[in-house]
T-cell receptor, first 114, second 110 residues
Framework: EPEVTQTPSHQVTQMGQEVILRCVPISNHLYFYWYRQILGQKVEFLVSFYNNEISEKSEIFDDQFSVERPDGSNFTLKIRSTKLEDSAMYFC????????????FGSGTRLTVV | KNEVEQSPQNLTAQEGEFITINCSYSVGISALHWLQQHPGGGIVSLFMLSSGKKKHGRLIATINIQEKHSSLHITASHPRDSAVYICAVEVGGSQGNLIFGKGTKLSVKP
């Protein structure tokens, strides 16, 4: 069964450093998403991406965040200057079609900012 | 304000019991999703519903659009069903992003 692959599975970074979280969505999927889950809290939407551009973003997705799909396969989330409160599990998801398709989630990247 | 409410928050059942998890939402939606999150954190999509009822194995999901309510049922529960079950909605007119409930932690004892 096709999978969404996320790397790394766990990243520890110093506050103020930049991190890039990587995702490889399913190859024929068209819609891509990043979500995050702070420990013990519910999953929150960050950003959606379609047709090589951001289609929607939440209030959380401020100027320190950016997304890219540089080569048609990878989908990356960059956090420019990490803060302690960015520590969370970050999930990438993709779907083929909004009308009929469910989501396929990656296994997540646990980001710890120290 | 929570746009998606789930109940109960925690549920302990004996193996073989019939389980129901409820979800209510307050926004107009285009679809509702039931997801399963395992202790390691991974999320698996179980159902996408816009009306009626769906069944997959021992899992059944129903939705009542007028009442803004959905239920997930597990028949003949098994310890391997132990997980967090999450209700999430796609807001009508959005680009498919999900608003999540807090989840229901299910533990099935042998």
């Amino acid at each position: 069964e096709p999978e969404v692959t996320q790397t790394p599975s766990h990243q520890v970074t110093q506050m103020g450093q930049e991190v890039i979280l990587r995702c490889v969505p399913i190859s024929n999927h068209l819609y891509f998403y990043w979500y995050r889950q702070i420990l013990g809290q519910k999953v929150e939407f960050l950003v959606s991406f379609y047709n090589n551009e951001i289609s929607e973003k939440s209030e959380i997705f401020d100027d320190q965040f950016s997304v890219e799909r540089p080569d048609g396969s990878n989908f990356t989330l960059k956090i420019r200057s990490t803060k302690l409160e960015d520590s969370a599990m970050y999930f990438c998801a993709s779907r083929a079609d909004r009308a009929i398709g469910g989501y396929t989630f990656g296994s997540g990247t646990r980001l710890t900012v120290v | 304000k929570n746009e998606v409410e789930q109940s109960p928050q925690n549920l302990t059942a004996q193996e073989g019991e019939f389980i129901t998890i409820n979800c209510s939402y307050s926004v107009g939606i285009s679809a509702l999703h039931w997801l399963q999150q395992h202790p390691g954190g991974g999320i698996v999509s179980l159902f996408m519903l816009s009306s009626g009822k769906k069944k997959h194995g021992r899992l059944i999901a129903t939705i009542n659009i007028q009442e803004k309510h959905s239920s997930l049922h597990i028949t003949a529960s098994h310890p391997r069903d132990s997980a967090v079950y999450i209700c999430a909605v796609e807001v009508g007119g959005s680009q498919g992003n999900l608003i999540f409930g807090k989840g229901t932690k299910l533990s099935v004892k042998p």
